[in-house]
């Protein structure tokens, strides 16, 4: 199994990003996706996450600035950003969660800074 994460990197304040998450090795269409993030000396919080059904989440720190999508016919997720600000620096992840299993990737740095 692996989710690898692209499309990070460094973006003015204001300024926009979108991230993906391939994924293989499962059933992608089943899984649960969500991106979350950690910062420097901080914990690892969930930012959004999408059902098997297309349901999302958002934190209330990222609403209506971040969208998450998934297109099963090529197993990836995306989290498209914009407004970003630099507090929304920090390495990203993918995570896919299946009825008994739970999958990571292994991260991309978001720098978010002028």
């Known amino acids: 199994v692996q989710l690898v994460e692209s499309g990070g990197g460094l973006v003015q304040p204001g300024g926009s990003l979108r991230l993906s998450c391939a994924a293989s090795?499962?059933?992608?269409?089943?899984?649960?996706m969500a991106w979350y993030r950690q910062a420097p000396g901080k914990q690892r919080d969930l930012v959004a996450s999408?059902?098997?059904?297309?349901?999302?989440y958002y934190a209330d720190s990222v609403k209506g600035r971040f969208t998450i999508s998934r297109d099963n016919a090529k197993n990836t997720v995306y989290l498209q950003m914009n407004s970003l600000k630099p507090e929304d620096t920090a390495v990203y992840y993918c995570?896919?969660?299946?009825?008994?299993?739970?999958?990571w990737g292994q991260g991309t740095q978001v720098t978010v800074s002028s």
């Open positions: 995570r896919g969660l299946g009825s008994r299993s739970v999958y």
């Open positions: 090795g499962i059933i992608f269409s089943v899984y649960g």
């Open positions: 999408i059902t098997d059904t297309g349901t999302t």
